[in-house]
């Protein structure tokens, strides 16, 4: 009888501590983005180009955002080609720094940029045109630079896809390509481990042709899924509606000195395989 009684008095605290046990709650996961209009689209990016005083050629993408797209492109010809250039002279690329991060705050209502300290410099490569451009003397130096930032980091996390590439010349800003992104939800709870994204990449069967242009089949095999995996927000395309996902971002390792492999994304919460992309995957501007 003493023994019962300690026993119901063990499931009168266990049952009294159910409501203190936290659940995780996925209801607001993945973050999505809806697409504008493309007639509502015609008119932000109008006002965005009037904003910039007519000299930046680059467009907005789907979500508003100054993110590379071709939505815009008229004929799917980039309109940043048929520009014309400001040929001057840059001799200091590094009072051209500051004028980027000034011109993305700026725009921050399409950057999404709002801190420039955030801003963490990539690379700044100059661009070569002619000053002179007929005659004997015809030269070639820097007229543009091309200055990168790194990626957007959100909580910790890096964000894939997030990488802003700006465009000066002697007037100022001509191009912003990338975007980061506005605040989205980062589940405090994970279904599904490293390992377990890991594995679900074995026996995949991947077509060579594309990335060494060999005719081959490469078989995703355990050796190489070896590197630890890293968390990673990915902004994921789900039929034309952006979801904001985080992604276990495991490395596939190829054995060859020619190609080094690839970047996988699995979503924590729900396993979805979003992406395979190769290591040193370029953009198209």
């Not at 994970?190 to 060579?208: K, P, S, T, V």
Request: some cysteine; overall charge negative; glycine content about 6%.
């Amino acid at each position: 009888m003493r023994h019962l009684s300690i026993l119901s008095l063990l499931l009168i605290v266990i049952l009294s501590q159910c409501d203190s046990i936290e659940v995780a709650d996925f209801t607001d996961y993945p973050t999505s983005i809806e697409p504008y209009l493309i007639a509502d689209l015609v008119t932000l990016n109008t006002r965005y180009q009037q904003e910039n005083e007519g000299h930046i050629c680059s467009t907005l993408n789907e979500f508003g955002f100054s993110g590379f797209s071709r939505v815009l492109f008229i004929d799917d010809v980039n309109p940043c080609l048929d520009r014309t250039q400001v040929r001057v002279e840059l001799t200091r690329a590094d009072t051209l720094i500051p004028l980027a991060k000034k011109s993305l705050l700026m725009n921050s209502e399409y950057t999404l940029v709002t801190d420039t300290t955030a801003l963490i410099l990539d690379e700044v490569i100059p661009l070569y045109g002619c000053t002179i451009c007929e005659g004997p003397d015809i030269n070639s130096v820097p007229i543009e630079y091309k200055i990168s930032f790194k990626p957007q980091i959100f909580e910790g996390v890096k964000v894939n896809d997030s990488r802003i590439t700006v465009f000066v010349d002697s007037i100022g800003v001509n191009r912003i390509w990338g975007n980061w992104f506005p605040e989205f939800v980062n589940p405090d709870f994970i279904n599904i481990g490293y390992e377990e994204a890991q594995d679900m990449l074995l026996g995949w069967d991947i077509d060579m042709e594309p990335f060494t242009g060999g005719d081959t089949v490469f078989t995703v095999q355990e050796e190489h899924v070896q590197t630890l995996p890293e968390f990673e927000f990915y902004p994921y395309n789900n039929e034309g509606v952006l979801e904001l996902r985080k992604t276990w971002k495991v490395f596939i390792q190829f054995n060859d000195d020619t190609f080094e492999g690839w970047y996988a994304n699995i979503d924590v919460i729900d396993g979805l395989f979003l992406a395979i992309e190769p290591v040193n995957a370029e953009s198209e501007f």
